[in-house]
């Protein structure tokens, strides 16, 4: 395999075409990508959300499946169902749209709780149980779930179980105007997202995976990740702090961070620069808090204000 660091450029570089001016967030879900973990996009309508599916999807040369989140959508209609065939007199299992390499769960908050639960065992366990028998997901596997944070009727809010499952929790925005320009320049006869051309393979991706893992990260930068995820529980705004699965995807993504960043070891700054996208959806503020106008970024900054920094002098 080539240099992990300029697969992921590729990658990048190549999603780009589509998404513009957005190269942070382009960064989050490659690296997210990277991590093999799950991403929640949080945005309102037309900034291009399911376009950046497609178009990781694409480039990846992964399969890709879409599924449109309704209240009347049943958890068969997401893991599959069994059906008998009158030739063969045995059932069949005929799988569903998340047994796919890329899976767009669209508007995954207009679900009712018992459809959003038949994501849980798919996300964490990369199988689903349908009568009885498992059937393993397609590796790599990446759900990258949306949802419109401004439109509440007739939604149903995450449980927290379920957003803990999400690696990532990232908002795109709107582009600026000059970017904004760009855009419809770019589809003035055709979408960029026809034309994009595949320029890596699954096979490499789990490549990239596996050398993600293989970042090396000092056991004071260990310490540094869950002393912060540990801060958010103890935290006086926060009802409900950051899981140890909140530590393991900071301490994940930082490794993927630093690949990108052509290093093949942990800094700090990897830590901190993705401490609010790791921990941020994982903790619930307080109703007093919430009072007050408290923000979940307000909570991870002070977090990250009180836990001291390996390696830095204490200050008077």
Known sequence: MEDPKIVAERIIQNVERVIVGKE?????????????????????????KTMLARAIATSTGCSFKR????????PSDISGVSIYNQKLSEFEFRPGPIL??????????????KTQSALLEAMEERQVTVDGITHKMPA?????????????????????????????????????????????DLQQTSHPVDTIQQVTDPNEILQLQKAVKEIYVDPLIKQYTVEL??????????????????????????????????????TPDDVKELALVTLGHRIIMSPGAKVKGATVADV?????????????????
């Open 229 to 266: 995820a540990r801060a958010t529980r103890d935290h006086e705004s926060a009802y409900l702090g950051a899981s140890p699965r909140g530590s393991l995807a900071l301490f994940r993504t930082s490794q993927a961070r630093a690949l990108l960043e052509g290093r093949d070891f942990v």
């Open 67 to 74: 599924i449109q989140f309704t209240p009347d959508l049943l």
């Open 24 to 48: 942070r967030e382009l960064r989050l879900a490659i690296t997210a990508l990277m991590c093999g973990g799950h991403m929640l996009i949080e945005d309102v309508p037309g900034v291009g």
């Open 100 to 113: 796919a390499q890329v899976v767009l769960a669209d508007e995954v908050n207009r679900a009712t709780p």
């Open 300 to 316: 991870v900054a002070d977090c990250l204000r009180r836990v001291p920094v390996p390696g830095a002098r204490a200050r008077a």
């Open 140 to 184: 790599p596997f990446m759900v990258l779930a949306t949802q419109n944070p401004i439109e509440y009727e007739g939604t149903f809010p995450l449980p927290e179980a379920q957003l803990d499952r999400f690696l990532i929790r990232i908002h795109l925005g709107y582009p600026s105007a000059t970017d904004e320009v760009l855009v419809l």
